[in-house]
């Protein structure tokens, strides 16, 4: 089968550093060659894969001086996606499997190829309401969510199947024997709750490392909230972390902390903790029970519970954890489940 796989442009693929979508292309995409596919992967220049891959921009987007101005960003993430548009309309698939965004599907009607889109963020109208409006412009082009509850805002959408995200389970190391820190890991935003993940350390008197980013406009937040209670000491920021840093300090940790303050659509973070042998404490919202259970996590309705829970850690079997993720969260199972929707896409397609 003849496969192109669009990108987003912000990260390499696979990321240097921080980003989980990109992570995800860069999986399937290998994935699926090693299945004997003939895969165009469509990114920039600086991304790094075992398919063909076609440069839509030099390098990933986040890196360039000029994504500091959001008009700009804007301006080069489009000049990339035409790119990519042009290469798609000289070239023949089988199906084209969009990863950018819903700005692909402004030009959807120019495509001639089956293609169908994963959505990778919320859909929630508060949080995401330009790509809430834009995929109800769209609403019969076919999608993919990443979770069942990621479809709750959005129940009209023309959904094609949910595949869960995949992770390659071999490259984290288990450990049984972590040492005795709690640990934060992804994007400082109020989202995500780091604010609360320190709370959480100091009334638990556990040392709490946080392996995050910091955007621009979470700048603010991240000053204001989170830069004062660092001491380096009991409260460590390490900033942004590549995967193999990641993985050392996942498998070390007593626990993942995510006191999330939103509907998450997936929350790759707490699969690759799992992997590492890693229970998760968070919230019980979103995604969170559909991909999570009372085996591997304590899942709680609101911080004081989750500090409740965090002397209590030692109660989940990290390799109960492990299993978890290799029986459900694989990257060969992700490919395997996309694989079947192209084909069911096709064969409609075709009729």
């Not at 979770?147 to 049984?176: A, M, W």
């Not at 509907?263 to 404490?281: K, W």
Request: glycine share 4%; net charge positive; proline share 5%.
């Amino acid at each position: 089968m003849k496969i192109a796989l669009v990108a987003p442009l912000e990260e390499s693929v696979p990321p240097h550093k921080y980003g989980g979508t990109e992570r995800v292309v860069d999986l399937l995409a290998k994935e699926l060659v090693q299945l004997g596919h003939d895969v165009t992967l469509l990114a920039s220049g600086d991304s790094k894969t075992t398919a063909k891959l076609i440069v839509c921009s030099k390098y990933s987007i986040r890196t360039s001086p000029a994504s500091k101005n959001p008009t700009l960003r804007r301006a080069l993430n489009l000049e990339g996606l035409s790119k990519a548009l042009d290469y798609l309309k000289k070239h023949d698939f089988d199906i084209i499997h969009n990863h950018f965004g819903w700005e692909f599907l402004l030009f959807s009607k120019f495509i001639k190829t089956p293609y169908v889109t994963t959505l990778h963020g919320s859909l929630n109208k508060k949080i995401e309401p330009t790509a809430y409006k834009m995929h109800g412009y769209y609403k019969k082009s076919p999608v993919i969510s990443i979770s069942h509850s990621q479809r709750k805002p959005s129940p009209c959408l023309n959904y094609v199947g949910t595949v869960y995200n995949g992770i390659d389970v071999e490259e984290f190391e288990f450990n049984d024997k972590p040492k005795d820190y709690l640990f934060f890991l992804g994007r400082i935003h109020p989202q995500k709750g780091p604010d609360k993940a320190i709370e959480i350390a100091k009334k638990t008197n556990h040392k709490l490392i946080i392996a995050a980013k910091v955007d621009p406009l979470d700048y603010q937040y991240f000053v204001k909230k989170i830069k004062p209670q660092i001491d380096h000491k009991q409260i460590v920021y390490i900033g942004e972390v590549n995967q193999k840093e990641k993985i050392n300090l996942l498998k070390n940790a007593k626990a993942l902390i995510s006191p999330i303050t939103w509907d998450e659509p997936f929350g790759i973070v707490n699969i690759e903790s799992l992997a590492c042998g890693t229970p998760v404490i968070t919230i019980s919202r979103g995604s969170i029970p559909e991909i999570l259970n009372k085996r591997v996590a304590f899942l709680c309705k609101n911080t004081e519970e989750m500090i409740k829970k965090v002397d209590k850690i030692n109660r989940i079997d990290r390799k109960e954890c492990r299993r978890h993720v290799e029986d459900h969260f694989n990257s060969r199972l992700m490919a395997q489940n996309y694989l079947n929707i192209y084909k069911k896409l096709i064969k409609e397609w075709v009729n």
